[in-house]
């Protein structure tokens, strides 16, 4: 073997550690980046699939959006993973300070004595449908619960207390614009969205979870 091609594979070895210590170190962490690398639309339904198809069973909601908002959102890992939202702790912050009323239903009266700590982790979002963790308080429940055992129910229920008629009536475009930035989709001009593929993605995979889910 000449030199130049024994220096080619060991530069492909390293990268291919590197990568592998990347990807197990964001699973054994519970922290994702960005879209799976391992993971993706099989190992979503696998993950989650039940628990999704029964819950929103139970309130008359497509199935097949909660489960393409969880391959969009987290690539279907789980655990889910969490991400910390720099300008939300700022946010919060200010609102627990007095510099600003609110943040959504979170008021300074929700955040008193509240630690620099448990501020970021109301900043971060958590669970299979990334939900920002200050959500937790309009729902009465702790933020572990947003990624515990019952963070499908505890997600599909916040999903549709905030925008199920949006659901209901089929205005999926619109959903997944509002689980992202907390508005439709633009009358006119580019989606908000933090990838502006995201919406269209998103439609993609729920026709395909449609099609499988009538498969019997």
């Not at 599909?156 to 997944?176: M, S, V």
Request: net charge positive; charged share 25%.
């Amino acid at each position: 073997m000449n030199r130049g091609v024994s220096i080619g594979l060991s530069v492909a070895v390293l990268a291919g550690l590197a990568w592998g210590a990347l990807e197990f170190g964001r699973r054994w962490q519970g922290r994702w980046t960005g879209g799976g690398l391992l993971h993706g639309h099989r190992v979503t339904r696998m993950h989650y699939g039940d628990a999704v198809v029964a819950e929103a069973g139970e309130r008359g909601l497509p199935a097949a959006y909660f489960l393409a908002l969880i391959e969009l959102e987290t690539g279907g890992r789980k655990p889910a993973g969490r991400r910390f939202e720099p300008h939300i702790f700022e946010r919060l912050q200010a609102v627990q300070a007095g510099r600003r009323d609110r943040l959504e239903n979170v008021t300074t009266a929700d955040l008193v004595g509240a630690s620099e700590e448990a501020l970021r982790n109301l900043a971060t979002s958590w669970g299979p449908f990334q939900l920002m963790g200050y959500k937790c308080i309009g729902l009465e429940v702790q933020i572990r619960d947003l990624r515990g055992p019952d963070a499908i129910a505890h997600g599909i229920r916040w999903i549709d207390e905030t925008y199920g008629p949006r659901l209901r009536a089929g205005q999926f475009k619109d959903a997944f614009h509002v689980h992202n930035t907390g508005k439709p989709y633009p009358a006119a001009g580019p989606p908000t969205t933090y990838h502006p593929d995201y919406v269209e993605r998103g439609l993609a995979y729920m026709k395909r979870f449609e099609a499988e889910l009538k498969t019997p």
